[in-house]
T-cell receptor, first 114, second 113 residues
Framework: NAGVTQTPKFRVLKTGQSMTLLCAQD?????MYWYRQDPGMGLRLIHY???????AKGEVPDGYNVSRLKKQNFLLGLESAAPSQTSVYFC?????????????FGPGTRLLVL | GESVGLHLPTLSVQEGDNSIINCAYS??????FIWYKQESGKGPQFIID?????DKRQGQRVTVLLNKTVKHLSLQIAATQPGDSAVYFC????????????FGKGTMLLVSP
């Protein structure tokens, strides 16, 4: 049982390049989330999903897209990376809505956009 | 407490001391609160939670206190150990619907031997 895993662990992009961050969970959780964490700040929700095939915007969705084609995977895409997207990205999952079940976090992906 | 700008508030304690980390939450309607611990280079890890119908909840070496009147949470760690060194975040949410977590900015706890 690996929990929540994220790929890659670290990436450097040039402005304008695109990439996809992959999150996978093996806990059969319905809910999945993508957060970004910037220095001196808490986690901010980018997008989330309440089930396979569904996605919703969080607090800071601009510049990102997501897809949840399979229950166990949640992909975060950057179509045209900007230096403001330099951050650490965390994926999380929970069995039910946050209200009833805690979220389990992955180890993070560090992204540097030059 | 909460951070301003790029600098996290930091609490430095000696091993064996009790630590108290504070958090002011923003939404008076929030009714579920969670404390997370984040060690360097890792994702946040659940520590303890509390619902708004409670004032206090105890776990193993940790206690969370909730004061809804002033929208304040605290996390008390007894007999703090070097392994407790981390950034601690509070998070708030509503228990109904598809509510999501709102995180505070975090407090860094440094425990020296």
């Amino acid at each position: 049982n690996a929990g929540v895993t994220q790929t890659p662990k670290f990436r450097v992009l040039k402005t304008g390049q695109s990439m996809t961050l992959l999150c996978a969970q093996d806990m059969n959780h319905e809910y999945m989330y993508w957060y970004r964490q910037d220095p001196g700040m808490g986690l901010r929700l980018i997008h989330y999903s309440v089930g396979e095939g569904t996605t919703a915007k969080g607090e800071v969705p601009d510049g990102y897209n997501v897809s949840r084609l399979k229950k166990q995977n949640f992909l975060l895409g950057l179509e045209s990376a900007a230096p403001s997207q330099t951050s650490v990205y965390f994926c999380a999952s929970s069995y039910t809505s946050t209200a009833k079940e805690t979220q389990y976090f992955g180890p993070g992906t560090r992204l540097l956009v030059l | 407490g909460e951070s301003v700008g790029l600098h996290l508030p930091t609490l430095s304690v000696q091993e064996g001391d009790n630590s108290i980390i504070n958090c002011a939450y923003s939404n008076s309607a929030s009714d579920y609160f969670i404390w997370y611990k984040q060690e360097s280079g890792k994702g946040p890890q659940f520590i303890i939670d509390i619902r708004s119908n409670m004032d206090k909840r105890q776990g193993q070496r940790v206690t969370v206190l909730l004061n809804k009147t002033v929208k304040h949470l605290s996390l008390q760690i007894a007999a703090t150990q070097p392994g407790d060194s981390a950034v601690y975040f509070c998070a708030e949410t509503l228990r109904s619907g598809y509510s999501t977590l709102t995180f505070g900015k975090g407090t860094m706890l440094l425990v020296s031997p």
